[in-house]
């Protein structure tokens, strides 16, 4: 196996992990061991990746890697029987359908500062147009700072399904820089100026899917059709990103991207994980005091969860609001289809009588 020893990354409290890269198409390789030993082996065996995305070292392939190993100087798997390697596509694969703290911890660091810098890019956005042959369309596939992704509204108008808002970002977990990042409505529609061929979009603010969030999203409502997405996504898109100087064009983006001021739940999304990211940049160098660097990474996402939880249950206190003034005006309803029928109860007893009486006039008159 033909590969190239980018280096090694040490995490706060943790062994290092040691980066690979293909030659010809610059993807990055890990062993997929140590991030199992990062994250839980448990919950690594149990996340089935895709054999495109994981290749196991058996017989002579092994014992090359051990030796290209040994040439660098990595001499702590030399006796290792089993190991297997993980592109970096197959770590957003697992991003995709995890959502457990140790792999987003993880993810966030690495998709975000180290993968994008095995590569050179010149723009912060680059795009194609893909003839997916699976699907039986085009794709515009987009390149952002580094990270290969999509905009929510070309699925949305491929898969006809939910709209992606800031609410549902946050219900499905989708972790800003992580999963998805959002654009404000104008950035979006200078971009279709560009590429006219874009959907439209009707909300304030755009999703832009990384690779992670495009999986959560298929995994969401599991579908034929999303099915097919995710195959045409493997086999057509993924091959294409490793393919830079032949296919990728520029995209000139205005640096005034400023969200909205009254998008309350949009600031409430950003803000509520900008802190979570930037807590991954104390991983980068190990700390000289690893427990007070974990004490403080800790009461960082404690600080967010109660964040999201408050919102969370702002919105559950107006629902509640809303379900008891309904439940107020069906009890009024009722009480007054009681007291009409008490009204007609009443009349029907009056009207009775009134019969009554006349019957018995009728008889004393026949008499």
Not at 49 to 71: C, T
Not at 95 to 100: D, E, I, N, P, Y
Request: proline content about 4%; hydrophobic content about 40%.
């Amino acid at each position: 196996m033909n590969l190239e020893y980018v280096g090694s990354y040490g995490l706060a409290g943790y062994a290092g992990i040691h980066l690979f890269r293909h030659p010809e198409t610059k993807q990055g390789v890990f062993i997929a061991q140590e991030l199992a030993r990062l994250c839980g082996a448990a919950r690594t065996r149990s996340l089935p990746v895709p054999s495109l995305y994981a290749y196991r070292l058996i017989g002579q392939e092994l014992v090359n890697f051990k030796r290209f190993l040994l040439q660098q100087q990595l001499i702590q798997y030399q006796r290792c029987t089993r190991l297997s390697l993980l592109t970096e596509s197959g770590l957003g694969w697992i991003l995709g359908h995890t959502r457990h703290e140790s792999w987003v911890r993880l993810g966030t660091w690495l998709v975000a500062q180290i993968l994008p810098n095995l590569r050179s890019y010149h723009a912060k956005l680059y795009w194609q147009t893909l003839k997916s042959n699976h699907l039986q369309r085009d794709l515009h596939i987009f390149i952002d700072q580094g990270r290969l992704g999509i905009w929510e509204p070309e699925l949305h108008a491929l898969l006809q399904s939910t709209v992606l808002d800031p609410i549902s970002l946050v219900r499905w977990c989708y972790i800003p820089g992580l999963h998805a990042v959002l654009w404000p409505l104008h950035a979006y529609e200078e971009i279709r100026r560009q590429i006219p061929t874009l959907p439209a979009h009707s909300q304030n603010t755009v999703a832009f899917l990384y690779e992670p969030g495009l999986y959560r999203y298929l995994q969401q409502i599991p579908s034929l059709q999303n099915q097919t997405m995710q195959l045409a996504w493997e086999t057509e898109v993924v091959p294409s990103f490793h393919q830079m100087a032949c296919f990728w064009a520029e995209i000139e983006v205005k640096a005034n991207l400023d969200i909205p001021a009254d998008s309350h739940e949009i600031s409430l999304y950003q803000k509520t994980y900008s802190q979570a990211a930037e807590s991954t940049a104390i991983w980068h160098l190990a700390p000289a005091d690893p427990l007070s660097s974990l004490m403080s990474t800790f009461h960082q996402f404690s600080t967010n969860f109660e964040r999201v939880s408050a919102h969370t249950s702002a919105m559950l206190t107006k629902q509640q609001e809303f379900l008891q003034e309904q439940q107020r005006q069906i009890a009024q309803v009722i009480q007054k289809q009681q007291w009409l029928g008490e009204i007609m109860a009443g009349q029907q007893q009056a009207l009775k009588l009134q019969f009554g009486q006349l019957q018995a006039y009728m008889q004393q008159s026949k008499a």
